[in-house]
C-alpha cells in the first residue's frame, strides 16, 4: 500500500481544504458585515463534499506518458463563490450573522471530523509499520 497516494487520507485532505475555503469566506463576510452594499459570498458547500466523496468533482488531469508524475485528485480549489441571495438590508449588504455563524460551525465540526478521522488513519498507519507494538 502506498502511503503517500493513499486514497482515505487524500479525501480527508480535500475536505479539510473545503472546510477551510468555507471559514474563510464566513470571516469575510463577518468582516464585511458593516459595509454598505456588500453581497455575502457563499459556495455549495454540500454539493462540493459530494463532488469529492464521488470522485467526479473538477478537473481531470491523466497521464499520458510513464515518466509524468501521477495527478492529484482535486484539492476543492476550483470550487466557485457566488454572491448570496439572501435580502439586503436598507444599505444594499445582505450578510445575516445567524447564517454566517451556522456556516461556520458546520465547516468546524467538519474540519474538526475530517482532522480525527486523518489521526486515526494515521496511527493505524504508525501501528502496521511498527508490527503493532
Known sequence: MEVVNNPILNILGQVLNV???RAG???S????IDTPGYKAQTFD????LASITSGSGGLQLAR???GHLAPKSNTGSFVETEESEAPARQ???NVDIERELSDLLKSELMFKASLRLIARKI???N???SEGR
Open 19 to 21: 472546510s477551510s475555503r
Open 25 to 27: 469566506l464566513v470571516a
Open 29 to 32: 463576510n463577518v468582516a464585511n
Open 45 to 48: 458547500f454540500e454539493g462540493a
Open 64 to 66: 499520458t506518458d510513464s
Open 91 to 93: 444599505d444594499g449588504n
Open 123 to 125: 496511527g493505524m498507519l
Open 127 to 129: 501501528s502496521a509499520i
